[in-house]
């Protein structure tokens, strides 16, 4: 039965198979809404991955190319060859032409992340500090003020800061999260 075709057991579709459905559209479209740029890698890396991990093809980023070039790796070469193009075209103009010779989209996803990552930039995680610390009510609504707060919160906890006592430090005066 062809994609789309009415089976005989009712008026909806029936697709056969899993692998059908999700080449429906363009597949070098997928990736992130939100392109990186250089200085938006936290919400960015999470986005992208969120899309990565719904096509199922986060092996691509997180396990080697397969040694052995037989059998299943014309199928890593395609989905690493669509991740490629989703990094592609989930950066800015001005950071592509820094990934346009990598051969890997893990290879593409490792120098993004050392690039542009804040992951142990202590003065990122001061100012995330500083800025939960600074957050006031003022003239937002209670259920703003939470939110902003909860999001600071959530960006200094994704910033991992270097020793538990810099939660304790930060949680003792911010009681409520």
Known sequence: MELGQQSNMGDSPKIESYTEYKVVGNPFFYGSTVKLNG???E????????????????HIIEEDEPSVKTGKYTTWKEDN????????NSVQTD??????????AKHM?????????????????LQAEEELLELQ?????LSQYFASVKA???RLKALRPPCQACYKSI???VWWL
């Open 109 to 125: 996803w490792t120098f993004l992340r050392q690039t542009y990552s804040y992951d142990k930039n202590v003065s990122k995680i």
């Open 137 to 141: 009510q003022g003239e937002l609504e």
């Open 39 to 41: 200085h938006n890698y």
């Open 152 to 154: 600071a919160y959530e």
């Open 43 to 58: 919400i960015w890396s999470r986005m992208f991955m969120m899309s990565v991990v719904g096509h199922r093809k986060d």
């Open 81 to 88: 060859s669509i991740v490629m193009s989703w990094i592609m």
């Open 171 to 173: 949680l003792s005066r």
């Open 95 to 104: 950071i592509a032409p820094t990934l346009a010779f990598y051969m890997t």
